[in-house]
């Protein structure tokens, strides 16, 4: 069965890396059977590349302005409903370093936000219980 939405991350080695992947995987968590973290290494295979495009929605994050995940996704022609590259987007440089609780929390905000529109306006799990 084709998944609803695929969210795909760099897993950069910095700050605002290990908060998106931290991120992805809560919303994983969060979203069984709605979201899945997809292998952004695999679209090289051109097998999974096909099994990727079968899901229905796709997201791309990448930490740094370098965009080595828009980068791979162009040259391997694997197509996105939505990408978000975090340094530009939260207007904060580049950060050698493991996340403040702060920064995950407002990386988590963000690509949140963008999993709920992408699924329709679904309220995701953590919003449900918010809203109890
Ligand atoms: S986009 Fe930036 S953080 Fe992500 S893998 Fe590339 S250099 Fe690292």
Redesign the pocket.
Known sequence: MPYKLLIF??????A??VA?SKACIRLWEENVGEVKIGCLPAVIVPWKLNEIKKSEKRILI?????????KLIEREGMPVDRYI?L?SELGVR?AKQLPSKALEEQVYRVIQKEVGALLGGNLLEEEKKEAV
């Open positions: 991350t760099c897993y950069g080695g910095c605002m890396g998106a990448d930490a740094c302005g370098v965009q080595c995940g828009k590259e340094t580049k």
